[in-house]
Every structure is written in structure tokens, then in C-alpha cells.
């Protein structure tokens, strides 16, 4: 069985969220945790600003066990143990397919159709791979997920102009300051999602740009890009005191706040944290001349790219529907491969035991013509007795029948 246990941006608030944000180390053990349980056999863990997701494969009839052993991994690993369970969500078996499907294609993320998404599917999927933790199905499932999400942004245009959240950062500063490429902009984190911030802003004339990351190298290679400044993580207090307009997207809580800056009621400054968990201290947002927003404050800008790519959805949850039932036909098929290997290795063995009690009777010439005419023959059976069992079966859907033709090769 499939399993998803989630929470995101739809179902969960940013201060929730926050507290099930896993780095690498985070993720490592935790797959670690679930995986030493007999039931699971297959995890890949997805944390992302808008969402964290579980997504595991158990051995048959496991399922309630599955589900108690991940709880307990859980509850040991999040940064709040007293969060509800409300707020996640649980999706099996096709379900789960379909929503992964939806969720690559950009149907699930906040902004809808962009890109991001599936760099960081890739991104996870790649390390749960090299870590040893998918198993078959888990694999077969990614790697088909990267299929639809290409063919779905192929055959529609969900991903035309889409944009992402380091966009509606730069439009809400915009909003904020009308003479934007006039102001002072210092970028802390230099990843992805730093790196579009910086995109947007030089699109927008911006050049008074000062980027802020632990490791220099990276953001040396960010500030020759778009020509701008670099500086010393050390120097962090000093240079958020001195911009206008600070946005935010590294790994870790609370790097800037009372104590780190030196905030002056008449110096007017905008923070924008796209960070989870927050870099910046909430409580900052109560001073004065000081406009604090957080990825969930960006709410208005995405809805409004959303109602324009109303019309793709239909395209695309047609694409999705069918691929998911091709799918659903491959992992059924699993359920009779015990049998079909059983059937292939019982019929050459007869194969080959009727030649044996032929060859020595006969001359070479004639075991030969009669080697190949019993694996022509064999093969004839092999393949209308798999035909008939998938048929039969409807491709090992019936599960009751799947059990009874395995029972008569047992």
C-alpha cells in the first residue's frame, strides 16, 4: 500500500508549518526511524516552505501498524509535539498517486504551475534514492510523477507566466515602495529561492542590491550574476539596520531580531521572511515604520495568478486521471508476479526435462530441431497462460482470484 501523511499551506497556518520543517539531517534520521519498523518498507520525506509530506510504501496488511510507527517517528522528531492532528492530512493508495500527480504538475502549490515544485521533488527523490530508502514502488512512483509533470506543462499552458513566491515578494514591494529601484534591498540566502528574489528585482531596475549568505562562495557567484554587493554573514545586524527592504529565505530561526538589529522609528524598512521555519523574530513586526510579512502574507498575489489558470485545470486532471490509472494497472500487475515467474520457471523446466528424455534417443541434428520447437512451443504457452491469468484477474485487481491462482502454484 501507498500512504501519504501531509500537511501544507491549504491545510495548516505558517506557525504549524514551521514546526515539521526538516532539513537534510532532520530527514535523514527521521526515514531512518520509520524505516528500522518491519511494516514500512519505502519512504520519502518532501519538506518545503508550503509543505511537508511522508510519503511510504508498507508490506501488505500492515497498514495500521505503518501508520502507529510513523506517528511515534514523528512525534519524536518535530519541533512541537503538542501540535493537533487535525491539521494533517492522509491519503493511500490512488488518492496518494493523484495528489503527487497534481502536486508536480503545480495543481497543489500556492502559486500555481510553477516550477519550483519539481526541483524539490527531484531534489528529495534523488536523495532518498541514494540513501537506499524508496524500495521498488516508491521508485516506479517519482519517476513516473516526473513524466506527468513534464507532460502536463507540455499540453498546457499552466506554467505560461507563471511565477513563484520570490515574485510576489518583489510585486508586494512594489506596492510598498513606488520607486523601487531606488532603494536599498538586502538579500539573506542565496539558494533557489534567493536567487529568483534577486531575478525579479534586477527585472524591475534594481541595482542597489546586497546579498547575505553562511557561505561566501555561493553568494559571490549570485552577486557577479546581477552585480551586486556581498556581505559577511558576521555583518548581518549592521547591514539589516541599514537597508530598506530585507528579504529572507535561509535555513534557520530567528537570525534577526531584537537583539541583532538596531532599529530606528524613523527609518522606514520593509522584511519580507520567505524562510521555514522564520528567520526573522515576528515580534518584530509591532515597530514602528517596520512592515513584516511572511510567505502566508503573499496569500492575495498568488489567488489572483490562480483565477487566470482556471481554464488548464481540465487538460491537466484529464492527463493526471489516466496516468495515475497506468499506474494502478503496473502495481496491481506486482501482485502476480510470484505466479508469473512460478508459471515461465515450471514450463521450461517441463521444456527441459522433455528434452533431456528426447536427446538420448536422438542424434544431434534432430534434439536441436526439437530444442528449438519446444521453446517456440514453451514460450506459446507461457505467454496465453500470462494473458489469461491478467485478463482473468483484471491485471491483479481481483484480489480474491489473484490469492487462488497463487494458492495453486504454492
Not at 503538542?82 to 493511500?92: D, G, I, Q, R, T
Not at 529601484?181 to 529568483?196: F, H, M, N, P, S
Not at 535561509?250 to 521555514?276: C, F, Q, R, Y
Not at 515580534?283 to 513584516?292: A, F, H, I, M, Q
Amino acid at each position: 500500500m501507498i500512504g501519504i501523511i501531509g500537511l501544507s499551506h491549504k491545510s495548516a497556518s505558517l506557525d504549524v508549518r514551521e514546526c515539521f520543517a526538516f532539513n537534510k539531517d532532520d530527514v535523514n534520521k527521521l526515514s531512518k526511524c520509520i524505516l528500522s519498523g518491519s511494516e514500512v518498507d519505502g519512504i520519502l520525506i518532501l519538506s518545503t516552505c508550503n509543505r511537508t509530506e511522508l510519503y511510504f510504501t508498507t508490506k501488505s496488511g500492515c497498514l495500521k501498524g505503518a501508520m502507529k510507527h510513523i506517528d511515534q517517528c514523528l512525534h519524536d522528531y518535530v519541533r512541537h509535539s503538542a501540535v493537533s492532528k487535525e491539521f494533517f492530512y492522509h491519503l493511500f493508495d490512488s488518492d496518494a498517486v493523484v495528489h503527487l500527480f497534481r502536486l508536480i504538475s503545480g495543481l497543489e502549490s500556492m502559486v500555481v504551475g510553477e516550477y519550483q515544485i519539481v526541483s524539490q521533488i527531484k531534489e528529495a527523490t534523488s536523495h532518498a534514492r541514494e540513501q537506499g530508502n524508496l524500495g521498488k514502488v516508491l521508485d516506479r512512483l517519482f519517476t513516473k510523477a516526473l513524466e506527468v509533470g513534464k507532460l502536463v506543462r507540455t499540453r498546457t499552458g499552466i506554467s505560461k507566466g507563471a511565477f513563484s513566491v520570490s515574485y510576489a515578494a518583489v510585486e508586494k514591494c512594489r506596492a510598498h515602495f513606488s520607486d523601487l529601484d531606488q532603494r536599498k534591498i538586502l538579500l539573506v540566502g542565496a539558494g533557489e529561492t534567493g536567487e529568483l528574489v534577486v531575478k525579479n528585482l534586477y527585472k524591475r531596475g534594481c541595482r542597489f542590491i546586497s546579498i547575505a549568505n553562511r557561505t561566501i562562495k555561493k553568494a559571490q557567484q549570485l552577486a557577479d550574476r546581477y552585480g551586486a554587493d556581498i556581505i559577511p554573514f558576521a555583518k548581518l545586524p549592521e547591514a539589516v539596520s541599514n537597508a530598506e527592504i530585507v528579504i529572507s529565505s535561509v535555513s534557520g530561526e530567528h537570525l534577526i531580531n531584537k537583539e541583532t538589529i538596531s532599529h530606528s522609528p524613523e527609518h522606514k524598512i520593509m522584511m519580507i521572511d520567505l524562510g521555514v521555519p522564520r528567520n526573522i523574530d515576528p515580534s518584530l513586526g509591532v515597530l514602528k515604520n517596520l512592515k513584516l510579512l511572511n510567505i502566508d502574507d503573499l496569500r492575495q498575489v498568488v489567488i489572483q495568478n490562480e483565477e487566470k489558470k482556471k481554464s488548464y485545470f481540465n487538460i491537466a486532471e484529464e492527463i493526471i486521471a489516466t496516468k495515475s490509472d497506468e499506474f494502478q494497472d503496473w502495481l496491481m500487475s506486482l501482485r502476480l508476479a510470484p505466479t508469473i515467474r512460478y508459471i515461465v520457471s515450471s514450463v521450461r523446466q517441463m521444456h527441459n526435462d522433455g528434452l533431456k528424455n528426447f536427446s538420448s534417443a536422438h542424434s544431434q541434428e534432430e534434439v536441436d530441431a526439437m530444442e528449438k520447437y519446444g521453446r517456440h512451443l514453451s514460450e506459446k504457452v507461457i505467454n496465453t497462460l500470462v494473458k489469461n491469468l491478467k485478463s482473468n484477474t483484471e491485471n491483479g485487481r481481483k484480489e480474491e482470484l489473484v490469492q487462488m491462482v497463487n494458492r495453486l502454484f504454492d
